[in-house]
Nanobody, 122 residues
């Protein structure tokens, strides 16, 4: 079974870059036709789909984050990463990575990491 684990700093200063990595085990990030996704949940709010990278390296982004978000991967380590530039306090959230074998929509995500809390504060 695919397992995912998020890692990264828990505190980021406003205007800086948030960087998170998701390490995948029990599978390869190049397995057809998997999608590897980042989602977040701000305090008191619902889940927000941020973006995804597919098994062949194609990336997709939430339009509202497209100018600030970047998703990349390291095939040799079975990791994929999120960078979010110019963060502000509203980016404070629980950040999750997840995997889907048939797509990247929230309802298609079959395996989730535990989530990591990122606080944006000076």
């Amino acid at each position: 079974q695919v397992r995912l684990q998020e890692s990264g700093p828990g505190l980021v200063k406003p205007s800086q870059t948030l960087s998170l990595t998701c390490t995948v085990s029990g599978g390869s990030i190049t397995t057809s036709y998997y999608s590897w996704t980042w989602i977040r949940r701000p305090p008191g709010k619902g889940l927000e789909w941020m973006g995804a990278i597919t098994f062949d390296g194609t990336t997709y982004y939430n339009e509202s984050l497209k100018t600030r978000a970047s998703i990349s991967r390291d095939i040799s380590k079975d990791q994929f990463s999120l960078q979010l530039n110019s963060v502000h306090p509203e980016d404070t959230a629980l950040y999750y990575c997840a995997a889907g074998s048939t797509g990247w929509d929230l309802h298609e995500l079959e395996n989730w990491g535990q989530g990591t809390l990122v606080i944006v504060s000076s």
